[in-house]
């Protein structure tokens, strides 16, 4: 099995696995469609998908949130897979509400929201926990950014996670909790692709500068013909950079990411795609191709979520 690399975190030393299995997005709009109870309840297929990740794949890294309602199915594959909890990277995320019809879904912050996910997962600790988004408002966070900020240092120091940070937050949002913070925000997760490299505008170079690991969700996009739905400026060079180093796009695409510096978090329904997936660490795309992919991404640009905000600067 492919050895995964790691990523070092700068407070704790932690090593975190260079590339993460995400159970949001098409397994958390495919859940709800199907269970009546879905933040209690776990399904067999994402178990089984979570459980193949680490076992026939290789992951050791897995992404979750409140809002998925997937904590139990995570909780569920380490105990399936039969690894050992300290060889498994998991990352969950506070819901701290994203509009007013969708507030948080544990008003007294992230202290008590995770207890409750660590009771859903039997789980004694997590290596990461985020605040999932930077939507902070009375109606919908109930509590400041600084006070939930207060919250995450103290799960720090109870032992309930190992290391904290942010989810989709901009400079500014990360610049006020840097202003508070006794232990500095550790990692954010962005959306971050060949067509979204310097977004909101700074925050990858702001976060390189203050040694905040940047995660990307959606790596993908830029092979996804449901996203890029009349193809893009990197096709051409995709198709022959793949024959040239016998890769594929996904192995291409992702392995694009990691030489940036930024971890990238997929998915997929398929085990042998996550198979796949592990491919990129098996090659290196050379410094001129990389800068090649680098320039020509950053003439088109798409973002998937969160436009208001990151654009026009509202909700
Ligand atoms: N913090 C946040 O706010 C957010 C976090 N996330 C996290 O990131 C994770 C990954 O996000 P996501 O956007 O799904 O990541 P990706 O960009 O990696 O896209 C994965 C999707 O691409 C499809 N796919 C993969 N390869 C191909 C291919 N060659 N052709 C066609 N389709 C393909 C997969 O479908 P298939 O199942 O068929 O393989 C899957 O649905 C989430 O699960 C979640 O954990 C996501 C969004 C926001
Ligand atoms: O995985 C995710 N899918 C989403 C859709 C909307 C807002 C956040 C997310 C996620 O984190």
Redesign the pocket.
């Known amino acids: 099995m492919t050895q995964i690399p790691t990523f070092t975190l700068a407070r704790t030393g932690d090593q975190i696995p260079a590339l993460?299995?995400?159970?949001?997005?098409?397994?958390?709009i495919k859940k709800k469609a199907e269970t009546d109870n879905p933040k209690e309840t776990a399904t067999e297929e994402l178990t089984q998908l979570l459980t193949d990740a680490i076992t026939y794949a290789g992951f050791t890294h897995l992404?979750?949130?409140e809002t998925?309602t997937t904590e139990v199915e995570v909780g569920e594959a380490i105990k399936r897979s039969k690894v050992d909890r300290s060889k498994v990277w998991i990352t969950s995320?506070y819901d701290s509400g994203w509009r007013v019809e969708y507030p948080a879904s544990t008003p007294s912050g992230p202290y008590e929201a995770l207890t409750k996910s660590l009771k859903k997962m039997d789980l004694e600790y997590l290596d990461l926990y985020?605040i999932?988004?930077p939507f902070f408002h009375p109606d919908i966070s109930y509590i400041t950014v600084e006070e939930a900020w207060r919250q995450m240092e103290k799960l720090v120091e109870d032992g309930k996670t190992k290391n904290i940070g942010v989810?989709?937050f901009n400079t500014e949002m990360l610049e006020k909790i840097l202003k508070v913070a006794k232990i500095k925000p550790q990692v954010d997760?962005?959306?971050f692709?060949l067509y979204l490299q310097n977004q909101s505008p700074g925050v990858v170079q702001f976060c390189q500068k203050n040694d905040i690991l940047v995660?990307a969700?959606?790596?993908?996009?830029p092979?996804?013909?449901?996203?890029i739905t009349n193809g893009g400026p990197v096709d051409e060079l995709v198709e022959k950079l793949i024959k040239k180093y016998g890769v594929?796009?996904?192995q291409l695409i992702?392995r694009w990411v990691y030489q940036s510096g930024v971890l990238?978090?997929?998915?997929?329904?398929?085990k042998d795609?996550l198979k796949e997936a592990l491919g990129m660490f098996d090659f290196t795309i050379d410094k001129e191709d990389f800068t090649e992919l680098t320039e020509l991404g950053a003439t088109f640009h798409y973002r998937?979520?969160?436009n208001k905000y990151f654009e026009e600067g509202k909700i």
Not at 20 to 28: C, D, I, L
Not at 264 to 270: A, I
């Open positions: 993460a299995m995400g159970s949001g997005t098409k397994h958390r992404d979750t949130a998925y995320k985020l999932h988004s989810s989709n997760q962005i959306e692709h995660e969700y959606s790596p993908l996009t092979i996804l013909p449901h996203r594929t796009k996904n992702l990238p978090v997929t998915t997929s329904s398929n795609r998937g979520f969160f």
